[in-house]
Antibody, heavy 120, light 108 residues
Framework: QVQLQESGPGLVKPSETLSLTCTVS????????WSWIRQAPGKGLEWIGC???????DYNPSLKSRVTISVDTSKNQFSLKLSSVTAADTAVYYC??????????????WGQGTRVTVSS | DIQMTQSPSSLSASVGDRITITCRAS??????LNWFRQKPGEGPKLLIY???TLQTGVPSRFSGNGSGTEFTLSIIRVQPEDFATYFC??????????FGQGTRLEIK
């Protein structure tokens, strides 16, 4: 059973870069797609983007200009960087595994989430 | 973007009741629809994928139906752990992947 754990600062200043890491255990990161998803207070879920172990990425067009997702297979980790943050980026950030097979794709494993607040 | 609209936004039920949540897509997504349950303070848990396939380990009281633009999630004999928020998600288009706004199931 693969497990995911988010880590990173809980407070980021406006205009700075939010950086989070997701550590994968119980399985290899060298398969599947690995994703970041966020949930603003009282709101629904917003997909940020995915990275494949090869480094190929897909991003939400609404965030694409500010997002970088990367993978480190040697550490079984993947990371999120979101630049030029504002209060609108305050949210709980989740990492998740996205698997893709003949039944389609789905997020089958999630981290517990980490709360990030953007404030000076 | 493919818009996903859930109804109702909240509903009340008692333990043992049967409930149904509806999710509508703004365009035809075939059967590329997944359902999640989220308890407070936790990450979402996958319940149903490909509209009607039960994820391994999920109790059989959950079922999914539908195709095209209209989908349903049903729970027969609601249990105490089912009082949570439910989300649908389309996996037809990755640009971007989108979720419904959520349906909160509360204790009556």
């Amino acid at each position: 059973q693969v497990q995911l754990q988010e880590s990173g600062p809980g407070l980021v200043k406006p205009s700075e870069t939010l950086s989070l890491t997701c550590t994968v255990s119980g399985g290899s990161i060298s398969s599947s797609y690995w994703s970041w998803i966020r949930q603003a207070p009282g709101k629904g879920l917003e997909w940020i983007g995915c990275v494949y172990y090869s480094g190929r990425t897909d991003y939400n067009p609404s965030l694409k200009s500010r997002v970088t997702i990367s993978v480190d297979t040697s550490k079984n980790q993947f990371s999120l960087k979101l630049s030029s943050v504002t209060a609108a980026d305050t949210a709980v950030y989740y990492c998740a595994r996205r698997i893709y097979d003949r039944s389609g794709s789905r997020f089958d494993s999630w981290g517990q989430g980490t709360r990030v607040t953007v404030s000076s | 973007d493919i818009q996903m609209t859930q109804s109702p936004s909240s509903l009340s039920a008692s333990v043992g009741d049967r409930i149904t949540i509806t999710c509508r897509a703004s365009q035809n997504i075939g059967n590329h629809l997944n359902w999640f349950r989220q308890k407070p303070g936790e990450g979402p848990k996958l319940l149903i994928y490909a509209a009607s396939t039960l994820q391994t380990g999920v109790p059989s009281r959950f079922s999914g139906n539908g195709s095209g633009t209209e989908f349903t999630l049903s729970i027969i004999r609601v249990q105490p752990e089912d009082f949570a928020t439910y989300f649908c998600q389309q996996s037809y288009s990755i640009s971007p992947i989108t979720f419904g706004q959520g349906t909160r199931l509360e204790i009556k």
